[in-house]
């Protein structure tokens, strides 16, 4: 813990010195640009693989980057993110080699935490039919973790908060990402332009508003 500590006086002199107004600045407030929902994997430090610093973005973590309908926590982010902070632009970052990923096509049990991995079980039933085709054990994995960023974005235009926003006159736009460890490169899976999986289960995600409210 001394380190980090002593990290932390050297960081704090290096800004002061920068722009000795630096943390008067954020101190008064916050309207970042961005909500990130990514891996609690401590390889993917966000700010510092996109180059943004501290009030850019709005971050919500935990293990495979999901969005569960009955996580309080993500839902709170969530609806601050998008109603208070009105963020553009909403990430669900996942990357290649997650364990959880990794952890949840297995049939293993790793405790408390097969409940939250039962989520990606689910991704992987939905999608049998393509991860079977693919033979190479890697292949299939690294799709594993893509289609379920894919479904963690669909996940998100499910919700409420979500559906409202899109009926703004700026709603927010949403994109899955995925982070590639062994390049430290992102890469954008465009799930927002694949229309069809977004269009196709409309008729029964849709939440309309009570026009009396
Ligand atoms: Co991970």
Not at 5 to 28: G, Q
Not at 57 to 70: C, D, L, Q, Y
Not at 141 to 147: A, K
Request: some cysteine.
């Amino acid at each position: 813990m001394e380190k980090i500590f002593e990290n932390n006086k050297k960081w704090v002199e290096r800004k002061l010195s920068e722009d000795k107004d630096y943390f008067n600045k954020l101190a008064m407030g916050q309207k970042p640009r961005y909500l990130y929902i990514g891996c609690s994997d401590s390889r993917i430090p966000i700010n510092e693989v996109t180059g943004t610093g501290p009030g850019e973005i709005f971050v919500h973590r935990n293990i495979a980057n999901m969005v569960v309908h009955t996580d309080m926590n993500l839902l709170s982010v969530l609806q601050y993110a998008v109603e208070v902070l009105k963020v553009k632009d909403i990430i669900v970052c996942g990357h290649y080699g997650c364990g959880g990923v990794a952890a949840a096509a297995s049939n293993k049990q790793f405790g408390l935490m097969d409940n939250w991995l039962r989520n990606i079980k689910d991704v992987i039933r939905l999608h049998e039919q393509e991860l079977l085709s693919i033979k190479d054990e890697e292949q299939r994995q690294r799709r594993l973790v893509e289609l379920n960023i894919i479904e963690q974005v669909l996940n998100l235009s499910k919700t409420s908060i979500i559906q409202n926003a899109m009926q703004t006159d700026n709603p927010p736009r949403l994109y899955g990402l995925v982070y590639d460890l062994k390049e430290g490169l992102l890469r954008d899976l465009n799930v927002m332009e694949q229309k069809d999986c977004m269009k196709r289960y409309e008729h029964i995600y849709n939440l309309e508003q009570d026009e009396t409210n």
